[in-house]
């Protein structure tokens, strides 16, 4: 199939204009020519289009996006017939949340709040239809003219009843900087890895920087998994300690000491002046890239001695105490002296 480009008609849309190209997929603002609705069409490149996998994964996602109902999230349509894979779905008049960060430059934090809440009470809702969305990040939330939020992509999201899922040729999903501790480790994920997610948007949004801020995407996974992130007072002194306690809670490197469930993190979004102050902060023990590597030659060169040292024990004892020859079996017909 040949690339699409504004202006052209594909079955009853015509493409209007170019939202976004990505490495995969173009996204076009596009008029239904049978309704006159404006819609968006995520069209696969040609390179794509007959890719298993990509393709399973714009089935899912048009799956997922047509039956969940909530203004948060993007709503898509089947089309009764198509001539090429694409996913159409509602049009937001908005811009991507990235647009509003800028490095250095946190938002206030009555805009990061008013944001969080919002991303927070939508997984609410997602983790309540059982789907998990796996990549969360800026450039995936849309901020509309009246304030409001509508999170987009669920094209690496889980879709828990039907148990399907796809993970791109690798077990490795997401993207590093927004990516849980568990995927980087290669595991799928759960309802905790988009709480993880949401937690490094607001500590980006409140302190203008990320939580591991190297510009390496293998040293931002390989930290993830072995170190603690900077405090955000690490960027932000001024910031309130309960929103700080938020963050790091939602952010913790073992699942099992993140927020339990959207819910309870959008129960202390609702007033962080309840929070109860546990220390995290100060428990915290970020170490550099270089100190990883040492941690890691140390740890490997210390086993590969273990290892040698027992093989070399073994051959000493093998040596000191050889095997004597074996027992000679007797004669047929012999018996023992004595019978």
Sequence with gaps: MPELNVGDVLDRFRLTGLISRGLTSSVFKAQDLTRGATVALKVPHPAFEGDAVFTANLSREERICSRLAHETVLKAFTPAERSRAYLVSEYVDGVPLRM????????TTDQALSIVRQLADTLVYVHGQHVIHRDLKPENVHL????????LDFGLALD????????LGSTTVGTPDYMAPEQARGLPGD?????????????????????????????????????????????????PPELEEIILHAIER?????YPTAAALAADLSDPSRVRLTG???????????????RRVVRYGG?????????????????????????????????????
Excluded: C
Aim: aromatic share 6%; no cysteine.
């Design 254 to 258: 073992k699942p099992a000491q993140r």
């Design 160 to 167: 828990h009843p039907r148990r399907l899922f796809s993970f």
């Design 303 to 339: 086993l590969g001695v273990t290892v040698l040292v027992t093989l070399i024990v073994l051959v000493w004892l093998a040596n000191k105490y050889p095997a004597g020859p074996p027992a000679a079996r007797p004669a047929a017909g012999a018996h023992p002296a004595g019978h």
């Design 144 to 151: 509309k003219r009246d304030g409001t939020i509508k999170v």
């Design 100 to 107: 509003r960060m800028q490095p250095h430059q946190p938002l």
């Design 280 to 294: 995290r902060a100060a428990r915290l023990r970020p170490r550099t890239v270089r100190q990883l590597i040492i």
């Design 191 to 239: 309802e905790r890895s988009d709480i993880y997610a949401v937690g490094v948007i607001l500590y980006e949004m409140l302190t203008g920087e990320l939580p591991f801020p190297m510009a390496d995407p293998a040293e931002v996974m390989l930290s993830k998994v072995e170190s603690d992130p900077l405090p955000p007072t690490h960027f932000r002194p001024d910031l």
